[in-house]
């Protein structure tokens, strides 16, 4: 390893440079092109791991594909058709807004007021933030087998505690019915959450001028006054980020449910991602999971859409 | 134009993070996979050599381990045949087939459970064409039966299990149940018991999941004398003995005689109740018995036939795996060099060890004689195996069925009308 070498001056590298370059028509081409040159390594990337999965699942999603794989023609989307006929998909519909909608507002309500906690000064302000981490830092498959294993009647963790606290005298199903699955898969989800939310809006509050809040408390203002007209308005490109990411990740999120009940019993926890992997999956369905996976993406494409154009409207009417 | 900048922007990023979360999953994945093995590539034939690939299902830690060896010493008693066998794990095995065959790389032979869909595809060689007539004889008739397609066999067993009822002796004997129960009504009279004995036991062991709720489906069906297909050869799923079927499993569900969650736990959940006393009864494979056996505190437990209803004989349910060799444009040269492999693999010693190694149960009769001889515990699962009914497998509806089947159980355990859902399925199915 050769350790001499360190930075050269910069009029230096120029100098360098200069014999290589010696026209100044081809050192402007050079100048033109050169950005492109330094994006082309995520082009490239992104062409071969983003773009052609998509375009192969449209594909897919507009095709009679057999068991086996293999592509045997357009069908009219007849893969959409069927989809959508079947009576489990508007039930996993359902299932799919109620759990985003669930896990991301009241993640985003909780990180949020842990953030505002974690902004104020107190000690032990360093171990509580890395303490939140926590959840961020640990894969979602391992996150959900734990809280399956909390909940778990046999021999779950929740029982031992309450029966040892005295509270109950035998083991309780906490679930038995596929409501109480799908509020605990919720729960999890706000859980695992609830960092991202928090670490996005702490740094929007770290970014506030603390003397807003000064010429504030001269005025006059209370609490929640300062947090309705002076923290929520300058944060608030901090919680566009995180619900806009949130609503994507979570509708998307799939070891959650696949972890705590694979979407059963008869589809009642089941989301549309979860449901897409069993229709290709355990079925052998690829073109009818590929369609479920197409509507799931326009779903998103016309929610995410919405939102960032309300809210950037929204900065200009500000601004 | 901030609208365009956010509408792009929104394109941007739903496309980026819908292709990392739901897109990935639907698309067949084109890398190798992670469980193959390191050392297997692409095969190309070497000098005149004879290239044949396999793709082998990952059954257990030494799997991998096993075909190692196998392809050592295939490759250096076979100087003509270059040999190269990829393990793959369960998980990925049917994705990284789909692949291959999407991309026109089909695997010359390929171990896995099912066949009916590539045989669909026109994808497969009639398994005959490429098994040695010697090697062809060892294998169980019935189990052949099970790969035959308008009166062609397309693919052979590699190994099999079945299922048996296995019982916790020390609670039945505490509980005051007498005899082992062989029938449904000393099985709910025998839970009942249980249950009055102590109720933090779980009496009977139920796995309605999305893992292997068509098995549930076939404990109940085939010992009330009911079949997922009737006797002309088309699906009978709603059968009046198999209404009867579901409705007695869902009653012992309802009747708090089971494990609480039937819908969410599997049967490895089930298997560890049962090995840690929590559980008195299960239905479970043989590979259940090594499985207690090695836990700390074995219990004392026994294993019976599946009760069956009232007037009704009792039934196994088996299951097996295949070889099956895919259709490349082979030269004859190739078909000899893969009835070689199949010679190879199915040699009696080396095809007991593989068994043994797995801890299934042999699919040739000279491989059960050997472990019979063996083992006098094995020679009783044997015997079993022999006797067992299979899945409709060779149907090319039974992916749907097998499905269908579970969404039935489970939509019976939230109160749906046992006969209402199997006749919508069979109208699904069979129109």
Redesign the interface.
Known sequence: MSTKTPAAPARQQSQQREPRLPNPGNKKLFRTVEPYIWIAPSIIL?AI???T??V??FQ?SMNKV??????KGFNNFENFTTVIKDPSFALVLKNTILWTIAVVVLSTLLGFILALILNNEFKGRKVARAIVVFPWATTLVIQASAWKFIVN??YGTLNTLLMKMGIIS??M?W??T?AA?FTWEIACGIFVTIPFVCFCVLSGLQSIDNSYYEAATVDGAGYFQKLFKITLPLVKSSLTVST??NI??V????PIIWT?????????TDT??TY???L?????K?GE??A??VI??II??IC??I???YT??KG?EDL | MKKILAALLATAMTLSLAACGGGGTSTPAASTPAGSNPSASTPAASGDKVAISVIAAEYGKQTKDWWSNFQTEFNGSHDNIDLNVEVVSWNDIYTVVNTRISNNAAPDILNIDVFADYQADDLLRPIQECVSDETYAKFYDAFLEQSNIDGTIWAIPDLASARAMYYNKDILDAAGVDTVPTTWAELKAACEKIKAYDANIYPWGVDMTTDEGQACFAYYSWTNGGDFLGADGSWALNSAENVEAVEYIVGLVKDGLTNSDPATQTRYDLQELFAAGKLAMMIGPNQISSYVASSDNPINFGIASIPANEGKSTSSVGVMDRFMVFENDDTDDKIDAIKEFFNFFYEDTRYSDWVIMEDFLPATKTGGEIMAAANPDAASWIEIVGSAKFYPTAQAKWADVKQGVIDVEQQALLGGNVKELLDALQAKIAG
């Open positions: 992104m791991f983003i773009v999965p998509i192969k699942v897919l057999t068991r086996a794989g293999k592509l009647t046999d035998a083991p199903n679930t038995s596929p699955w806009v990411l994507i990740y509708f998307n999120s799939f705590m009940t694979k979407g059963d019993p008869a589809n009642h549309l991602v897409l992997y069993k290709a999956f355990y079925n052998g690829q999971a590929s479920v996976s799931g993406f998103l494409l995410a859409s939102y960032m154009i950037l409207r200009d």
